[in-house]
């Protein structure tokens, strides 16, 4: 069969369960298409990135008229550029769109000073998860003050990202620019109103500083680790988001407790590369921490692959998992007392559903989706 | 644009009248386009 084209896989991004049987099966057993697409994923978060001004909103229809006017004008007093002319040969539908964005992506690239031909040639790929595996946490394993110390400096571009509450599906899948997902049917027990959380798409920098770390240390009388050479200096950046929540069961009385009866999320695969420390670096140095706990530290380094393992933290003695086949992939089925979960990532996303169900309505719910 | 503002490949489709079809292969290219643009200006 022939490979998938670069807009089918482009679509992959953005519309992951529009692929056709036949696409889908030929994209799950190619390993070529699957690396062409990690390309253009790749490409597409930039630009998500680089479009993230603050305070830009963008408005297609005014844009797309004002743009092509300004783009006339242009025309008429200046040679057309090599992408331009490009673009004539190929898709002169694009044309009006060209120049406008090649501008704002100047501008973000401006703004928020990412270098992205340097910087992106020399970085190194440290997290980037298509397997799920759990990992057994209690509550007493995060009561040191090991995971609040200071390892260097932290930037969001533009803004850290946060969860805006959303009552009308149209704004949550156009805020997000996910597909907002619903189920075949509702067990019973579930009923709307649907409520709805976005978060948007962020990309976050940390700079280790290993003089910041001794003095955070200090300060808190808490025994660390010197941060080897190898690390100090190195920047890790994060790109995540955006994710779409989908929230069944919550009272429209904020003064009642809220426990949703059904959750749906999804959430683009969050990606973290680095600047110079490799991913096993990085897990050996935070691993060794004093105050990371020997069992999770040991489940951690049983990781096989832990540059594209997403850990699950389960609280020990509450819930139990197992693997599960859901559309198609393993996911990671979580079962507790009173609720049911299951977690699996499919064509860059990582599902989520769950709720007070037992594990066969979750799995119904997933299978379902659409 | 249209896509990166929230619109979906159907509704983008029907903004610059096209199959739906070709709205991937049109934004992967924009999106090369605009990725060469932007090391080529931020290398000069």
Redesign the interface.
């Known amino acids: 069969m022939r490979h998938l084209s670069d807009g089918i896989l482009r679509r992959i991004y953005d519309e992951p369960l529009a692929l056709t049987a036949t696409d889908q099966a030929h994209y799950d057993t190619c390993s070529e298409c699957k690396t062409r697409f990690q390309a253009i994923a790749g490409t597409a978060r930039t630009t998500s990135a680089l479009l993230d001004l603050p305070a830009f909103t963008p408005e297609p229809v005014g844009a797309f008229r004002s743009l092509r006017a300004r783009i006339q004008r242009e025309e008429a007093a200046r040679p057309p550029r090599w992408y331009e002319r490009w673009l004539v040969r190929t898709t002169p539908r694009l044309r009006p769109l060209a120049t406008p964005a090649i501008a704002v992506l100047l501008a973000a690239a401006f703004v928020t000073g990412i270098a992205v031909s340097g910087a992106a040639a020399s970085l190194i790929r440290v997290f980037e998860p298509n397997s799920i595996v759990a990992v057994q946490v209690s509550p007493s394993d995060f009561a040191g003050g090991t995971a609040l110390l200071d390892y260097g400096q932290v930037k969001w571009l533009p803004d850290a990202p946060k969860l805006q509450p959303l009552s009308n599906a149209t704004t949550a899948r156009s805020q997000s620019g996910l597909p907002v997902l619903v189920p075949a049917s509702l067990p019973k027990g579930v009923s709307g109103p649907v409520s709805f959380g976005v978060v948007s798409h962020a990309t976050g920098s940390l700079t280790f500083d290993a003089e910041r770390l001794r003095a955070s240390a200090a300060q808190k009388g808490v025994r660390v680790n010197p941060m080897p050479s190898t690390i100090n200096g190195s920047t890790l950046i994060v790109n995540a988001g955006p994710a779409l929540i989908e929230v069944w069961g919550l009272s429209a009385n904020t003064s009642e407790a809220q426990i949703p009866t059904l959750v749906i999320a999804q959430t683009r695969i969050p990606t973290v590369d680095s600047t110079g420390a490799t991913a096993a670096q990085l897990e050996d140095y935070l691993l060794s921490q004093p105050g990371v706990p020997p069992e999770i530290a040991a489940q951690l380094r049983a990781i096989k692959d832990p540059a594209s393992t997403l850990p699950v933290p389960i609280p020990q003695g509450l819930a139990t998992t197992e693997a599960v086949q859901v559309n198609g992939v393993s996911g990671l089925m979580i079962k507790a007392a009173i609720a049911a979960g299951v977690v699996w990532e499919k064509n860059g996303v990582i599902y989520a559903v769950g709720g007070q169900l037992t594990p066969d309505q979750v799995l119904a719910i997933a299978t379902t989706l659409h | ?9 159907a509704e983008v489709a029907t ?2 009248g ?1 199959k739906v ?19 080529r ?3 000069e």
């Open positions: 644009m249209l896509r990166h503002s929230g619109l979906s490949y903004a610059l096209i079809g070709n709205v991937g292969t049109l934004l992967r290219r924009a999106e090369d386009a605009l990725r060469k643009e932007v090391n200006a931020t290398s």
